[in-house]
């Protein structure tokens, strides 16, 4: 079975850094995407960027290029999404989601989900 | 950047039938993906490729793909059934997935 563990709620205040993690079972980790979305409170869904953990190779949306890191560490099986500086506006959840090689394939299996809540 | 339009919400009657929209400039040459997503949980594929359900998807969940409009059905809609649905499409020009606004389904 396809498994994506995402890490716990945080709570953080605005200025610090953050990395969440997304904990993946059942395949072969190296061969998929693992993708990051966001959603704010009420909102809808947004692509925040991908990484391919064979050669960590990682592309962003330009609406998140240069504001998160996206990582992967191949011996663990789990991918990050980081924060340098995190804004109250990034206070939202956060899906990492797993896609196979070709763009056009869908988002089969997603993680629980990892609530950032970001004070001023 | 591609753009897809969906309708905020769509009501219907338990036992009728929803239709949930996906515009967006030629989608009929896109793949496009449907996920259900129940409140507080995280999205769920149910229609991939336009047409296709993955396993465990009910046969009630159908779609379709022409033109500028892709069109998710649900049959016989259940209570269970309410959910925001959002469509999706690979925008292949900037190599980035591009993902409708969502229509909430309120089932009456």
């Known amino acids: 079975e396809v498994l994506l563990v995402q890490s716990g709620t945080e709570v953080k205040k605005s200025g610090e850094s953050l990395k969440i993690s997304c904990r993946a079972s059942?395949?072969?980790?190296?061969?998929?995407?693992i993708g990051w979305v966001r959603q704010m409170p009420g909102k809808g869904l947004e692509w925040m960027g991908v990484?391919?953990?064979?050669?960590?190779?990682?592309k962003y949306s330009p609406s998140f290029e240069g504001q998160v890191t996206i990582s992967a560490d191949e011996s663990i099986s789990t991918a990050y999404l980081q924060w340098p500086s995190l804004k109250s506006s990034d206070t939202a959840k956060y899906y990492c989601?797993?896609?196979?090689?070709?763009?056009?394939?869908?988002?089969?299996?997603w993680g629980q989900g990892t609530l950032v809540t970001v004070s001023p | 950047s591609y753009v897809l339009t969906q309708s905020p919400s769509v009501s219907v009657a338990p036992g009728q039938t929803a239709s949930i929209t996906c515009g967006g400039d030629?989608?009929?040459?896109?793949?496009v993906h449907w996920y259900q997503q129940m409140p507080g949980q995280a999205p769920v594929l149910v229609i991939s490729?336009?047409?296709d359900r993955p396993s465990g998807i009910p046969e009630r969940f159908s779609g379709s793909n022409s033109w500028n409009t892709a069109t998710l059905t649900i049959s016989n809609v259940e209570a269970g059934d309410e959910a925001d649905y959002f469509c999706?499409?690979?925008?292949?020009?900037?190599?980035?997935?591009?993902f409708g606004g969502g229509t909430k389904l309120t089932v009456l």
């Open positions: 989601a797993r896609r196979d090689v070709s763009g056009r394939m869908p988002l089969d299996s």
């Open positions: 059942g395949y072969s980790f190296t061969t998929y995407w």
């Open positions: 990484i391919y953990p064979g050669d960590s190779v990682a």
């Open positions: 030629q989608i009929g040459t896109h793949s």
């Open positions: 490729f336009d047409r």
């Open positions: 999706q499409v690979w925008d292949s020009s900037r190599d980035h997935v591009v």
